[in-house]
């Protein structure tokens, strides 16, 4: 097995060579010809029933050999038998639970919060035919009934930084599969397959592609899940678009150095934010007491690039103050990200179910970048003691203060 380095440079690139290219060419064909058209049926038949190729691709919402590079990459890096993409994470986790619960007949989602918003609203609003029950993760296997199809979780969690223990989930979920967003951590720091998980979710959009220019989500799974995720992605045309599968694909090369450059920062700026005077919680695996169950080092292979932290003023305010960091949703972007989860992300969670899993009103999200550290700790220190106006003065010392605690 190639290093996690060398897989990610030459994951899906295995056809190049036969086509005389160095560069994956982007195919941005809608239809192909089929000159033989009983041959063509049964390429399309193939294809309509979840196969990951066949003799012609026939049309582009069954199959895009760019797009199939992209999946071929990322399944190398999760370590799993097959990976299937779609337009976007939303529709990736949609995709999974319409073929784990709807199309198997197990209408029931055990969900363990917090989650992304996008994710919690949809479990919730019944759209897609299911009921949720939302449970910790030490209490899933209460949860789980004869018609759960499937237990959804994500760690470390959006947006206050929880781990989970995968195993024990896993274990608690019996015969249930397990769903794993994997998007904070990416497959640099965490393999939740090899934890047991049967589904591991990327929004693309984040890290994978990495510069805010993507849109898009994927999963990786043995090969029988992904060819049922493949024919509701046939039926729904939940598509990723070919040139979207190139950037998340070129994305994939430099995703180790980029996790790893943004996680020093950020494990930097953790502990410098905890020993700010206008800073209260402090959420980021790397301090102190921020992981009871040991998972760092074990299931986890490093702290990440994601923390947050709660304000003593109006968050909004410290928002507004900012000069360098970008106010925006999303995350895993070259530069710099910060917003408010109770105003934006998680806005449709309902406020008394953020309390309740650790995620309150005044907390702020902030996804580090590739910038200079110390730009980011002055634009940070700066909003944080409100100062907006005039040039700043740097304080006498910018190291992390003792830490006595993740407060």
């Known amino acids: 097995m190639k290093r996690l380095r060398t897989t990610a440079v030459h994951g899906g690139r295995d056809d190049l060579a036969g086509l005389g290219v160095h560069a994956p060419p982007i195919d941005l064909s809608t239809t192909y010809p089929v000159p033989d058209q009983v041959e063509g049926g049964l390429a399309l038949q193939a294809l309509a029933e979840g196969a990951p190729r066949a003799g012609s691709s026939v049309y582009a919402r069954l199959h895009n050999p760019t797009v199939a590079r992209f999946e071929e990459a990322l399944a190398a890096l999760e370590r799993t038998e097959a ?56 209490r899933v296997a ?47 720091l965490q393999n939740p397959a090899t934890a047991g998980a049967a589904y591991v979710l ?48 070129r994305g994939l090369a430099t995703l ?21 005077p206008a800073v209260g919680l402090v959420r980021h695996p790397s301090l102190p007491g921020a992981d009871p ?3 760092l080092g074990a299931q986890l292979r490093g702290p990440g690039a994601v923390l947050a932290f709660t304000t003593r003023e109006d968050p909004a305010a410290v928002v ?46 902030l996804s580090v970048g590739l910038e200079d550290v110390e730009d980011l700790w002055e634009d940070l220190d700066r909003a944080l003691s409100g100062d907006c106006e ?11 203060r003792p830490l006595t605690g993740s407060r």
Do not use: W
């Open 320 to 365: 507004r103050r900012l000069r360098l960091v970008t106010p925006a949703v999303s995350l895993g972007s070259v530069d710099t990200l910060v917003e408010h989860p109770a105003a934006l992300t998680h806005r449709l969670v309902p406020g008394a179910d953020r309390a309740a899993c650790g995620v309150p009103d005044d907390l702020l999200r």
């Open 256 to 276: 180790p150095l980029r996790v790893e450059a943004a996680q020093r920062s950020a494990t930097d700026l953790a502990a410098r934010l905890s020993g700010h």
């Open 202 to 249: 990327h929004s693309g959009t984040k890290f994978l592609g990495g510069h805010g220019d993507a849109l898009g989500g994927v999963v990786a799974c043995a090969r029988d899940r992904a060819a049922a995720l493949r024919r509701v992605r046939v039926v729904t045309g939940a598509v990723l678009h070919p040139l979207g599968g190139y950037l998340l694909h």
């Open 142 to 188: 209460e949860a789980v009934t004869p018609d759960t199809g499937l237990v959804v979780l994500e760690t470390p969690a959006n947006p206050n930084l929880d781990l989970v223990d995968i195993a024990e989930v896993v274990g608690g979920a019996g015969a249930a599969p397990v769903l794993v967003d994997n998007t904070f951590a990416t497959p640099v």
């Open 293 to 295: 169950r040991g998972l």
């Open 390 to 400: 005039g040039d700043y003065i740097k304080p006498s010392s910018t190291r992390a």
């Open 83 to 138: 990976a299937v993409a779609f337009g976007s994470g939303m529709a990736a986790v949609t995709a999974v639970v319409q073929a784990a619960c709807v199309l198997a007949g197990k209408p029931h989602v055990v969900a363990v919060r917090p989650l992304y918003g996008g994710t919690d609203h949809l479990l919730s609003s019944g759209l897609l035919g299911v009921r949720t029950t939302y449970a910790a993760a030490d």
